[in-house]
């Protein structure tokens, strides 16, 4: 895996794959939350006024 093949036992500790994966998990927790709340913030302001019951 990378980045552990190019420069062996130099990412034992910071920087394995695994701790990347990590990051990129986080980063695509937070972008979901940004999305849900520009989702949510929409419902509420532009279609808030508006009975969908109706």
Known sequence: RWPERSAPGAFDIWGSSHQIF????ILAAVTHFYGMAKAFDYHHTIMGSQCLMD
């Open 22 to 25: 990590h990051i990129f998990v």
